[in-house]
């Protein structure tokens, strides 16, 4: 049997083993859904650059990573029939053990890009982002910074003729290496007797890192985040930044296949 | 030597944490045979069994399915390995129907008819998630699985754990029905020494990480006695005869637990110890226990 037929097989076996898996993309992408939420709160609202470029949701694309990719290291171990994440059952069918972990990612990287690559298309339709910026080191550096930039007369609003082009270019691409990183660390970590605690222990990082960089930028000022300086350079290299998370994803994938057939289970 | 014999491990060892639970093992089982494994909890029964599912590896040794290494096997050699876990590993909320689904997607000669069969007879009612099911159903399921792709091989371990008198003789029967059919070669674990007696051809049982027996029943039964020595003409002899297992001293007679061979038979120890002797048969679960904790 040839490996498509074993991909399409396992995923279809795939969304009965956990059907809940099909509103994470709404997890995902809840920032995504706030401006249908209220449009006329939002209406004629401007945020601010830090505000667009910002996600909130990070660390749950890290988070329902390994219960999707390998929910085996969060589980007891004992392979509880009810929970049981099935692993166990499909490496003694007849497909190849690369095939299994392909399928788990294929849902895992569907899930968590599906919200933000459509956001990205329909970005094409309404490519123009107004931000306000009131500090005016940050409104001198936006306009410096995001190519075509034009502040507006008496406000201190500016156009970005392909800003929301960018912005959901960012994102998409942020949603992208999360899910490469978590992806390394869950099989870096697999083999490891302490492997449920030191992914525990990954998340209280990921959740408490932009707490710690928040309060060291109020306490030094400055105008923006790591995030912001982040996407600026996203912005000025955007080619490099998709070419390399492109060739991350397949040598990751590659890589976390070929150390996945060949651990026992 | 592949042919006839679908299920090898020569010299295998494995340890997890702790000292190892398979030393040098060595498992040969016959074409077409139903192997009968018994041993103690923990004596690695299912360590044996994972491995040659191709679940783990073995440390020391190898281990051959079909001639191949399970653990390095890919689709085409696995779809004719039968396996059911003992612990329930099909996913809680998949569906029967969906499970019996992927059978039929991934193993060309799945057997659908054997299958619905199965599940009628059983009364898994199709639209019922895993986790829903009985613990016996969900062993039943897992049976299903792993009989119905008409294996060459089918591992079980222990399969009937969690059934009732009727479903497990139903499990039994259709292990026998399936050699029939195709000649099937199976390896089950189990405790209960009946079901043993009932199906299996040759048993193996396993104590102190090797198989310390593995033989036909009959010649199991033949071979490992409890003999009785008594009327010693130059008092009780100091050491055990060789093929010993177990020796109760008493005051004046040893009561010996003795496989015997060509070369130590009951008589022959008696007219070197210059005694009398009485030999009488063990059964099964006797012989179990000799080998399991001596």
New interface residues.
Partial sequence: ?NHI??L??LL??QL????FIMILPLVFGTPYLLPFLGPSMLHDFHPTLGLVVQNQNMWLVGFFGILLLAPEVMGSG?????????L??L??????RRIVLRARSVVYYSLVLALPLAACLSAFESPVLRVTEFQKEAHQEVLDRMPGSIAEEKSNTITIPNGNTMVQGWRLWVFMCIAIGTQVLVYLVYPLRYRRFICWGAFAVIIFVPLATALVRIREGGSFSPKETLFFGFVAHQPLCWVGAIAALILVQLWCESRFSRM?? | MTTDYPILAQNVSRAYDGPPVLRDMNLAVKQGSIYGFLGRNGAGKTTMIRMLAGLIKPHAGEVRVLGRDPFTSGAEERQWVGYMSEKGIIPGLVRVSNALKLGRDLYPQWDGALADSLIAKYDLSPRKRFMALSLGKQRLLGFVMAIAPRPKVLLLDEPAANLDVVARREILDDILRLIRDCGCTVLFSTHILSDIERVADEIGILAQGKVRASEPLDTLKDSIRQVRFFGFKNGLPAEDPPGSFRTVRGVDELIVTLRINADTTPESVARSWSCQYESRALSLEDIFVELSIH
Avoid at chain 1, 16 to 19: F, V
Avoid at chain 1, 91 to 96: E, G, Y
């Fill in positions: 049997m037929k074993q399409l097989a279809r076996f009965g083993i956990s059907p004992d392979a509880n029939a009810a929970w049981s994440a099935g166990e059952f490496l003694t069918r007849p497909v190849d026992e289970q």
